[in-house]
């Protein structure tokens, strides 16, 4: 059982969902991103996702495409980001995921990121731009060591969830509304409905539901059709507003706690 099936397994015992934490790596800086990172696992994270910084980031809202474009200046890239894992990995047992385009990937070399991200401890990998039927000249060499993350849309028909699960492992994270990251206007309802249709089609994988969500009381409605939320936004707007601060990290850790609060 792999360590993102174990932490599902655990939460579902105990009747608790899962807060999935974004953010990306390297922002403002590494040694800053570490110790968010860090804290944020102290504070109740359940599973890490941690962005590999890139220069066009089409799904992404101004709020990630700000945070990319600091961490690009610090010089972080794709071995940065395997290295934070490695660092993060000495003290924390928590599932992390690296998020990434397809581009950062294909140029690190498909075949030394699967060796390099499984070495220093990695549990999967979410690669927002390539669909199920464009995967395979990535993933076809790969062994099990990853868990490959996909996405739904709320626009996707049944039929193509069903196909889009049987190719992920680990979970499905269910977009909750069309746009880019950061937007705001949760429809309930919507969500609701999406996420009934997904939970007959999923497989059996547990679903985590993101964009969108920025409060503990964004993030306690939606996690009733969930086995999880997702927040990125949220936490890379709290770091932009207080990259003066001394204690960000302190700051982020406080949000942490108060959303795995909402959803116990």
């Known amino acids: 059982m792999s360590r993102i099936e ?33 804290q944020m696992c102290r504070s109740g994270l359940d599973l890490l996702e941690l962005g590999v910084p890139f220069s066009d980031p089409t799904a992404d809202g101004p709020v990630i495409q700000r945070s990319s474009a600091r961490a ?17 990995r000495e003290f924390s047992s928590i599932p992390m995921v690296i998020f990434s385009y397809y581009n950062p990937i294909l140029a690190y070399g498909a075949d030394e990121f699967y060796r390099d991200a499984v070495a220093v401890g990695a549990d999967g990998t979410l690669v ?38 049987s190719k992920a492992s680990g979970f499905i994270y ?31 994988l547990p679903i985590c539901i993101g964009f969108g969500i920025s409060t ?13 939320i997702v927040v990125g936004s949220a936490f890379e707007r709290l770091i932009e507003s207080s990259l003066e601060d001394g204690n960000i990290a302190g700051k982020v850790g406080e949000y942490t706690a108060r959303l795995k609060n909402a959803i116990l």
């Not at 509304?177 to 429809?187: P, V």
């Not at 503990?216 to 999880?228: H, L, N, R, T, Y």
């Open 72 to 88: 690009i200046s610090a010089g972080v890239n794709m071995e940065s980001v395997i290295g934070m894992v490695r660092c993060l």
């Open 216 to 228: 503990p009381d964004d993030a306690a409605k939606v996690s009733e059709f969930a086995d999880g």
């Open 6 to 38: 174990e932490t599902f397994s655990r939460l579902r015992a105990r009747g608790e969902k899962a807060l999935v934490g974004f953010i990306t790596a390297g922002d403002p800086d590494l040694g800053r991103s570490l110790e968010i990172a860090r």
């Open 128 to 165: 927002v731009d390539l669909p199920p039927e464009e995967s395979d000249e990535l993933t076809g060499k790969w062994g099990n060591g990853l868990d490959f993350i996909r996405l739904v849309a709320p626009t996707t028909p049944t039929g193509r969830m069903a196909r889009i699960a």
């Open 174 to 204: 269910l977009v909750s509304m069309t746009g880019i990251t950061g937007s705001g206007g949760l429809n309930r309802e919507e969500i609701a409905r999406v996420a009934h249709d997904l939970r007959n089609n999923c497989h059996g």
